[in-house]
């Protein structure tokens, strides 16, 4: 089935020791986005990718890099993790980015603890 | 500034049937959607609607007032596996989704 995959699901992680999560997709679709969700909060959106088009939105912290080196991969690096990053990381795709039933598909997630 | 809003927890009896409302003032609308998030999961689509009216899906309704800037979710017939947020979103004229924090449903048998 073509899917959104996230990877690992779990992420343990030191405050200020770097670390990377991973997100593929099979759905071939253009456009990929990174949101931060922290418990009972709204999705916040931290960058997306139009192909190889980087968007960053205006308030992500630099502390969040971001990495697409191809259409199925796409990384979200946290260069130096303050406990403040502790959430759930989530994945999304969608076919064009633009209007009608343009619909975003989200991989499981990766939760992040920051000890 | 853009904003969405949802009631924060609602609680319904399995069977019956509950309406969770989203309003919004967003810039510019091209869609508005509807989302089913289980606790420690992530969020999966259930709807969308872009013209007034509703939209019927199974046990699932979602509806749209652009004029007044208000959409609900209807569920019907509620089952335990219901329990779970519920996050409104609307596309806004850049093509961004503008989130609500979500409702948070509680089944009780």
């Known amino acids: 089935d073509a899917m959104v995959i996230q990877n690992p699901r779990y992420q343990v992680t030191q405050f200020g020791k770097p670390v990377t999560l991973s997100c593929s997709q099979t759905?071939?679709?253009?456009?990929m986005y990174w949101y931060q969700q922290k418990s009972s909060q709204a999705p916040k959106l931290l960058f997306h990718?139009?192909?190889?088009?980087?968007?960053n939105e205006a308030d992500t912290p630099d502390n969040f890099q971001s990495r697409r080196p191809n259409t199925s991969f796409c990384f979200l690096d946290i260069r130096s993790p303050g406990l403040g990053d502790a959430a759930m990381y989530l994945c999304?795709?969608?076919?064009?980015?633009?209007?009608?039933?343009?619909?975003?598909?989200f991989g499981p997630g990766t939760r992040l603890t920051v000890l | 500034g853009q904003n969405i809003d949802q009631p924060t927890e609602m609680t319904a009896t399995e069977g019956a049937i509950v309406q969770i409302n989203c309003t919004y003032q967003?810039?510019?609308?091209?869609?508005l959607f509807w989302y089913q998030q289980h606790a420690g999961e992530a969020p999966t689509f259930l709807s969308y609607?872009?013209l007034d009216g509703l939209e019927e899906k199974g046990r699932f309704s979602s509806f749209l007032s652009r004029s007044k800037g208000y959409s609900y979710l209807l569920l019907k017939e509620l089952q335990m596996k219901d329990s779970a947020s519920y996050l409104c979103a609307v596309r806004d004229s850049n093509y961004q989704l503008i989130w609500g924090a979500g409702t948070k449903l509680i089944i009780k048998p």
């Open positions: 609607n872009v």
């Open positions: 990718y139009y192909d190889k088009d980087f968007n």
């Open positions: 999304a795709t969608s076919p064009t980015g633009a209007g009608g039933a343009d619909t975003q598909y």
């Open positions: 967003t810039s510019g609308f091209n869609g």
């Open positions: 759905l071939n679709h253009n456009v």
